[in-house]
């Protein structure tokens, strides 16, 4: 959260989706708020790696080759947003791309797209930054879906949660390691 704030402070436009979670401490339980994507930072850039992104403390390495920047489209930016401001649970998952891909049609996430999923005995829908093969998990019951091709058969059961690790993308949107 630190890289954020400084790249923030450096006039990027960042972002760094976030989420409530228990640990449980020596003495308590405490809920905190910790990064949905573990160890990435997105950070929009209008051309070239800047400098000054390179040697934030914290960044790792931008994610892509030494010759290119990998960039995230930003339609998966924008529902990642979307799905925050919404208010709605969401927590980290394992990356899927299996499951039937629907279309929510109410709400305050109308026109979301993304992979339903049995979890915790409930229906989410997993939405996914397929740069770096990580997965989010909504909550989606009482929502109305509509699909939007024919169903997989070999839909998800689960969408467990799972630690990531690696480089940080930053949106033109590019990925930031940190």
């Known amino acids: 959260m630190i890289v954020s704030a400084i ?32 160890g990435y930072v997105f950070c929009r850039l209008n051309s070239g790696v800047p400098w000054s992104i390179v040697t934030t403390p914290g960044v790792v390495r931008i994610v892509g080759t030494r010759k290119d920047i990998s960039v995230i489209d930003d339609k998966e930016i924008e529902v990642i947003q979307r799905v925050m401001k919404a208010g709605v649970k969401v927590e980290p998952c394992a990356y899927a791309k299996i499951g039937d891909r629907v279309r929510i049609t109410n709400g305050p996430l109308s026109g979301v797209q993304g992979i339903v999923t049995g979890y915790k005995n ?47 993308p930053v949106t033109d949107p590019i990925l930031v390691a940190g």
């Open 122 to 168: 409930q229906q989410h829908l997993v939405l996914s930054v397929d740069l770096i093969q990580s997965s989010v998990s909504v909550e989606v019951d009482g929502y109305d879906l509509a699909p939007i091709t024919k169903p997989s058969t070999a839909a998800s059961d689960n969408c467990a949660s799972v630690p990531h690790s690696g480089i940080f």
């Open 7 to 38: 790249l923030r402070s450096k006039g990027y436009e960042e972002f760094l989706p976030t989420y409530r979670v228990k640990r449980k401490w020596s003495d308590r339980i405490k809920e905190i708020e910790t990064p949905l994507f573990t």
